[in-house]
């Protein structure tokens, strides 16, 4: 079966780093767009950054550009979040996402969410 799981979140002090990984399973990865959402309690998803497939082009929110970079292996399945110069508001759950949208006759839409990795931001 189809699954994301992430990995690397944690607690760090203000201006530190983390790396984030999503290791996938389940799906041949190197077809699906990649990206990292993140979310605080009482506010929507919002994308971070996200990386075509097989790994073209990527894009970012205005807030992590040039702090954040994401990066995907695809023989090892594996999209990372590289976080520098973390700030507080950096704070959230981190959830990985994988999409393609396939239209011929119908469109179909093939979206997954991993369960999510806790990101804290304080000194």
């Known amino acids: 079966q189809v699954q994301l799981v992430e990995s690397g979140g944690g607690l760090v002090q203000p201006g530190g780093s983390l790396r984030l990984s999503c290791a996938a399973s389940?799906?041949?990865?190197?077809?699906?767009?990649m990206s990292w959402y993140r979310q605080v309690p009482g506010k929507e998803r919002e994308l971070v950054a996200a990386?075509?497939?097989?790994?073209?082009?990527?894009n970012y929110a205005d807030s992590v550009k040039g702090r954040f970079t994401i990066s995907r292996d695809n023989a090892k399945n594996t999209v990372y979040l590289q976080m520098n110069s973390l700030k507080p508001e950096d704070t959230a759950v981190y959830y990985c996402n994988a999409l393609k949208v396939v239209t011929l006759s119908v469109t179909r839409r093939y979206d997954y969410w991993g369960q999510g990795t806790q990101v804290t931001v304080s000194s």
């Open positions: 990386i075509t497939s097989p790994g073209g082009s990527t």
């Open positions: 389940g799906f041949t990865f190197s077809s699906y767009a």
